[in-house]
């Protein structure tokens, strides 16, 4: 599987904006999606996960009331939309797969990355 994440930007503090990650391959509905963010220097660390159905979500404490993870298996498409941004959420964004349909919260369960879409929260 590939990917190939977008949708980054500058935004103010408050506002919103949705990240987008398309795959390819065939496989790609058979498995769970996830969003993770790492800054430079620093360690990635887990935002928002999303079953194969987009039954299950799961959210980082810190993004949980802001951001919401989806996907529409027609597009091979996973989103994240981003509102209340705030200053601390400026992090290059990376979407990934996982080998099964379940949620997974650990990088190291996810085998596929996409290239990073970066976020910079003005405030």
């Known amino acids: 599987v590939q990917l190939q994440a977008s949708g980054g930007g500058l935004v103010q503090a408050g506002g919103s904006l949705r990240l987008s990650c398309v795959a390819s391959?065939?496989?790609?509905?058979?498995?769970?999606m996830g969003w993770f963010r790492q800054a430079p220097g620093k360690e990635r660390e887990f935002v928002a996960a999303i079953t194969c159905s987009g039954g299950s979500t799961y959210y980082a404490d810190s993004v949980k009331g802001r951001f919401t993870i989806s996907r529409d298996n027609t597009k091979n498409t996973v989103y994240l939309q981003m509102s209340s941004l705030k200053p601390e959420d400026t992090f290059i964004y990376y979407c990934a797969t996982s080998p099964t349909c379940a949620l997974s919260i650990t990088g190291t369960e996810y085998n596929s990355w996409g290239q990073g879409t970066q976020l910079t929260v003005s405030s």
């Open positions: 391959g065939r496989t790609w509905i058979r498995k769970g």
